[in-house]
């Protein structure tokens, strides 16, 4: 494992706590038991390091709780003692994240709500990690609990659990609902799931209605406005705070690119928009950063291979399941990035499927600035100076999506709300 992959909290500003332990070498370095102080690097020259999730220009790492070796936590330790104590450059110093936010995972049991719960556990910006499920989910959590990071992990099983699973949450995410199968759209998957996002976001209403709300289930284009009506009616709908993830294209499009043109993947950042369901995706092929030459089969073979990725893994799966592990790995990235923004970062951007005005449907998938309360600001210049092929398919794409739009709305307009 390379140094530069230690981080699993991506920032470009991070805190830190340090208490000096022990010298490096044999000669004895006197300080105070008692003593710790707050570090905080500004600075882009101090270390550019890259978690796998995002490019950023700090370093969080807890050296007794790593998930690393010890020869590359003892490394990393090295690194930072010149900066962090100027009288002694053999000290070894310590940095302890301030891991303060409470997150719950609703569908923590399943073939995504596992992978992701490893993920985040595995941030050293939370504290508390509350897992709920119907089924399964105490073994899940015993498992996690053996991993030697700071947060807490608590399980909860069943809606008799529910309330207590989301007392005090800073951000929910919700993997639940039941995967695709081979043959199966994602609109096949809307009566099961739209019934299950609905029935938690109510108990998200009720528990924690300022926490930011990560739907992930599908058909996320129909999910989203689910949850939106569902927090209307309960009176707590804040659009600043409501996200359909979509990070998973957003991470295929960067994959598939590098690997095409054989670009370095950190480099590669390719805006998603649209929503989050075959045509409806949208990679923005003429906005790539670094900048590329494509030819018009190479954009159409791009842009078909990133609607369809999902159906690829499904199919290369044939029947075990689907795709799990990459969105997992997506959902924790936008998890990260939601924590930096609850952590005071200004500068957190993602694409994500959320309330919108940048065209006429309500809802749509853009790069949007993230903030402590949530969006920010969506991001216009995406949409802008499109190619011929792109705006075509942006004028193609917005039929569908409005009708799944509409689909969500009628569902939770029909359902009763609990009181």
Excluded: W
Excluded at 70 to 99: G, H, I, M, Y
Excluded at 101 to 129: D, E, N, Y
Excluded at 310 to 319: C, I, L, N
């Amino acid at each position: 494992m390379k140094l530069t992959s230690c981080k699993i909290a991506a920032a470009s500003t991070a805190n830190f706590f340090t208490t000096s332990t022990a010298p490096c070498n044999s000669k004895p370095y006197m300080v105070s038991k008692s003593k710790s102080f707050g570090l905080r690097f500004n600075s882009p020259n101090y270390l550019r390091s890259f978690n796998g999730l995002k490019a950023a220009t700090s370093v969080n790492c807890e050296s007794e709780s790593s998930f690393l070796g010890k020869e590359s936590t003892a490394a990393l330790r090295d690194s930072f003692a010149p900066k962090a104590v100027k009288q002694n450059r053999d000290t070894v110093t310590r940095f302890q994240p301030r891991a303060s936010f409470k997150v719950a995972i609703l569908g923590a049991a399943g073939g995504i709500g596992q992978p992701l719960a490893l993920l985040i556990k595995m941030s050293p910006l939370v504290s508390t990690l509350h897992l709920y499920d119907i089924a399964n989910v105490r073994g899940v959590t015993a498992d996690l609990s053996h991993c030697n990071t700071p947060s807490q992990v608590l399980d909860f099983t069943g809606t008799a659990e529910l309330p207590n699973s989301l007392k005090g949450v800073d951000v929910v995410v919700i993997p639940a609902g039941v995967p695709r199968k081979p043959g199966m759209t994602r609109d096949d998957l809307f009566n099961i799931n739209a019934n299950i996002v609905k029935d938690l976001v109510e108990a998200v209403a009720d528990t924690c209605p300022d926490a930011f709300i990560h739907i992930i289930s599908n058909p996320v284009n129909s999910t989203v406005p689910i949850a939106a009506e569902v927090l209307k009616q309960k009176g707590v709908y804040d659009p600043k705070k409501l996200f359909g993830v979509t990070t998973p294209d957003v991470v295929r499009a960067n994959t598939f690119v590098a690997q095409k043109k054989n670009l370095k993947l950190i480099d590669v950042d390719v805006p998603v928009v649209g929503g989050h369901a075959g045509i409806t995706i949208l990679p923005l092929l003429s906005k790539i950063k670094p900048s590329v030459s494509l030819t018009d089969e190479e954009v159409e073979e791009l842009t078909v291979r990133i609607q369809n990725a999902g159906t690829e893994v499904v199919d290369a799966k044939a029947g075990a399941g689907s795709a799990t592990l990459s969105m997992a790995y997506a959902a924790a990235r936008f998890m990260e990035s939601s924590l930096r923004a609850l952590d005071g970062d200004s500068d957190v951007y993602e694409c994500s499927y959320v309330q919108s005005e940048l065209t006429e449907l309500p809802f749509f998938a853009s790069r949007v600035k993230l903030g402590k309360n949530g969006v920010e600001a969506l991001i216009p210049s995406d949409l802008q100076g499109l190619t011929e092929y792109e705006a075509k398919a942006l004028e193609a794409l917005k039929p569908e999506l409005k009708a799944s739009i509409e689909k969500g709305v009628a569902f939770a307009n029909k359902q009763p709300v609990t009181a």
